[in-house]
């Protein structure tokens, strides 16, 4: 298969040395034009509806993004592998399918990037690691193959913090992701990637990953919409496992309608992934059209608003001043705290997964995540046996308190149909800032930055949507959530919200001769 190896490509860009016919799907980088990319642009829901009238046809629409990704994905790095010819022929073989009359399903022609730690059968499936540089997955994750049925094509897999163990995707064997907005800034992670091939217009729609924020907190930092479902609701089956216990797939889109509309492919029952569960179909297009004028919602102050950047700070009230008149109004309440659970008794699940490999490629694995798994594993094994037999106490006990959790967080909403919140606390710090913590072997305090962790504990639905910008020209993003199985209505709030204001439809300034900053580590 011709694809582009990311990682390769940045480095031999960043040497300054030609290009050559290993990457000769891009050999004409430098040379090529500003592409025009009108197609590009396009939304997946006016996307879909072109397709289907047959106004435009599959192979322009990925020709366009195959286009911007040429030329500009150089600058963002959000790519770490296209499928060129692949994706080109799936495009034509849809094509014909549409002139016949026959459409998979809502999908159908339209381009979708995945978070490279979803399998993809037969393409490269790194996690954003060297462990995995040359793993090749036999199957696809079962929505992969949801996305096939519904006509997606799958266009490349996108760049993440290194086997999503962060929240930054600056710390990846494939060199950092940059904000589109300010490219020296993070987008946050750990599907950074996935959120920044969004708002660079380089895919019409994504999925990602979230295990405490990675899906919402990308969007909220690149100004998109970022869906994390409810627990169990999309299948985790064939996706590399952060957090198992956490662990949610959830779409990344340019508005909340295509957010819908992606969601729709990709939920059902799976009966091989433990985490899956049983819920009646819906139509979540159609449930996020509904009127939200009846709607009761509830302002968490704390700790949600506290050590609130002032820029932050201020556009949520604006916020939720919209949000008043949209709806019966809003009111300050309180969700409750995480409890007695606590996320480190879960680090054995990483452990489970990880500490083979670990073993075998220590050196292969970055400075961020080997603290990460060496200190996980020294505090989950003590020599003495005592001590273990207490640890596994510990996570059977964790376990409990989580599922008990799990089955009371809509008793919160009884008085309140959803919550709205900000999304981060603050701004996105410069990737040189991040290298330089995350790669610091000494303790460093505990920073809450997101607020998102809070709601892969309860399992409930949130997504991120722009609410506004900094004075510097960066989004800020706010979280809307509600009960268990309540994606109908937080859609519905969200799609209100974003008909009522314009911050959805900026775009990043980005140019095929704007100059990249250097990285830079602190000593």
């Known amino acids: 298969m011709s694809k582009i190896d990311r990682r390769e490509f940045t480095l031999m860009a960043a040497a300054a040395t030609a290009f050559g016919s290993a990457l000769h799907s891009v050999s004409a980088f430098a040379a090529d034009p500003e592409p025009k990319g009108d197609l590009a642009f396009l939304t997946m829901t006016e996307a879909a509806k072109k397709l289907r009238s047959g106004e435009i046809t599959s192979v322009a ?41 026959n459409f998979r399903g809502p999908l159908h022609g339209i381009p979708i990037a995945l978070k490279d730690n979803i399998d993809t059968a037969g393409v490269r499936t790194t996690g954003g690691s060297a462990v995995y540089d040359d793993r090749f997955p036999d199957e696809n994750a079962e929505v992969v193959r949801r996305l096939l049925l519904a006509g997606a094509i799958i266009l490349g897999k996108t760049n993440l913090q290194e086997f999503a163990m962060g929240g930054s995707s600056a710390s990846t064997y494939f060199l950092p992701v940059r904000n589109p907005w300010e490219l020296d800034r993070i987008p946050a992670g750990s599907s950074g990637g996935s959120a920044a091939a969004i708002i660079s217009d380089l895919t019409i729609g994504a999925l990602g990953t979230d295990t405490g924020g990675s899906v919402r907190m990308p969007a909220a930092y690149c100004g998109i919409v970022g869906l994390k479902p409810t627990y169990g609701l999309v299948s985790i089956r064939g996706i590399i496992p952060r957090t198992y216990s956490l662990d949610h797939c959830g779409p990344m889109t340019k508005t909340v309608e295509d957010n819908a509309l992606l969601l729709n492919s990709i939920v059902g029952y799976d ?253």
């Not at 030329?71 to 499928?83: E, Q």
Request: with cysteine; proline share 6%.
């Open 61 to 101: 629409l990925v020709t366009a993004c195959l286009d911007r990704i040429k030329v500009l994905d150089r600058k963002v790095n959000a790519y770490i592998t296209v499928i060129r010819e692949e994706a080109l022929a799936q495009a034509k073989q849809l094509d014909k399918e549409a002139k016949d009359g």
């Open 271 to 523: 009966k091989l992934d433990v985490a899956s569960v049983e819920h009646a179909s819906e139509d979540y297009v159609a449930a996020c059209r509904q009127p939200v004028s009846g709607f009761r919602v509830g302002i968490p102050r704390a700790p949600f608003f506290d050590r609130l950047d002032p820029e932050i700070a201020s556009a949520m009230e604006e916020a939720i001043a919209v949000i008043g008149k949209l709806t019966n109004g809003t009111k300050d309440m309180h969700l409750p705290s995480e409890g007695t659970y606590s996320r480190a008794f879960l680090g054995g699940e990483i452990e489970a997964y990880h500490w083979d490999l670990y073993k075998r490629n220590a050196g292969k694995y970055s400075m961020n995540q080997r603290q990460t798994i060496a200190n996980n594993h020294k505090s989950l094994n003590d020599t003495a046996t005592e001590a273990c037999s207490e640890r596994v106490v510990d996570y059977v006990l964790a376990n409990w308190e989580l599922i008990k959790l799990r089955k009371t967080i809509d008793d919160a909403f009884i008085d309140f149909d959803l919550v709205a919140l900000p999304t981060m606390r603050e701004l996105p710090p410069t990737i040189n800032e991040v290298l330089t913590n995350e790669e610091d072997p000494k303790p460093r305090e505990p920073k809450e930055s997101s607020n998102c962790s809070w709601f892969n504990t309860f399992g409930i639905p949130a997504v991120s949507i722009p609410c506004g910008f900094s004075a510097s020209g960066l989004p800020i993003g706010m979280m809307i959530a509600g009960p268990r199985f309540s994606e109908g209505r937080v859609l519905a709030l969200a799609n209100a919200y974003e008909k009522a204001t314009s911050w959805h439809t900026r775009r990043p300034k980005l140019s095929a001769d704007m100059p990249v900053p250097p990285i830079v580590r602190k000593s």
